[in-house]
């Protein structure tokens, strides 16, 4: 019998110790299991309105399409849905760029996933992340799209190196900046027990895996889970905006999957 998952959300973002104005932007659609985070990036409140925009427009353009097709969407369809909601995204945030002069050159990372049952379908552009805690062990499961990944990729400098690069900012795609874009789409099976953590570089910049596992494993709720990760982050400097957007796969009992359909749920 296929074990029946729910999934608990939990989001937090902060302005950091640095910055004047958050620039990150996450959001979540519990009842479609879809989940974005963005990081903006462009001069004055430029970064704040591509990040506003991707993951406004992906909220509801792809939440729709995933309330009208229902749970029986296949994973390749959900991925393709993805990739045309996310290049509708970019072209909206281009075409404001280039018509607004206030927002020349904006652009934002981008992290999108679905939770389809026991399948996840995740896109990513730039180096914001995702993470998964599975039985004790926290894996960076996205790839960073930026120049120092490129450096360690061929094996011009080792981790260790790279933590201290003054090159970490520099991404090789972000979401707005051209007219097409390329996101990285990938599909995982998951497992009760799961959390994923997706995040932008101000908390994967100043605080180190094992240390991100350290939190993740103390078990505490997901909110202070969330909490504890952005009070980290700031502790180790918070130079930048820190977001975090944390997923929590759990088994439904019987019992409450029968109050749920007595209630209509």
């Not at 790279?162 to 789409?185: C, D, F, P, Q, Y």
Request: proline share 2%.
């Amino acid at each position: 019998m296929k074990t029946r998952m729910i999934y608990k959300f939990c989001a937090k973002t902060d302005t950091g110790r640095s910055r004047d104005n958050n620039e990150d932007s996450v959001a979540i659609d519990d009842e479609t299991r879809l989940v974005v985070l963005a990081d903006g990036m462009g001069g004055y409140n430029a970064g704040e309105v591509a990040s506003g925009m991707a993951t406004t427009f992906i909220k509801s353009e792809m939440g729709r399409w995933l309330n009208e097709v229902g749970p029986t969407a296949r994973a390749r369809e959900v991925r393709r849905a993805m990739e045309i909601c996310v290049e509708s995204a970019n072209l909206a945030i281009y075409n404001s760029a280039n018509t607004n002069p206030a927002y020349a050159g904006m652009g934002t990372t981008l992290v999108v996933a679905v939770f389809r049952d026991d399948a996840l379908v995740l896109g990513h552009i730039g180096d914001s992340r995702c993470y998964r805690w599975r039985a004790g062990r926290l894996e960076q499961i996205t790839r960073d799209h930026s120049l120092l990944q490129e450096q360690m990729d061929a094996g011009l400098i080792t981790p260790e190196q790279a933590e201290h690069s003054t090159i970490k900012n520099l991404v090789t795609r972000a979401l707005g900046v051209e007219a097409g874009v390329l996101m990285e789409v990938n599909e995982y099976p998951v497992e009760v027990g799961d959390t994923y953590l997706l995040c932008s570089d101000g908390l994967s910049d100043m605080v180190n895996d094992a240390t991100i596992a350290k939190v993740m494993a103390a078990g505490t709720s997901l909110a202070s889970q969330a909490q504890a990760l952005v009070d980290t982050a700031n502790d180790h400097g918070g130079r930048d905006n820190i977001s975090v957007l944390l997923a929590e796969v759990c088994e439904a009992s019987e019992k409450r999957g029968l109050i749920a359909r007595l209630l209509g749920k």
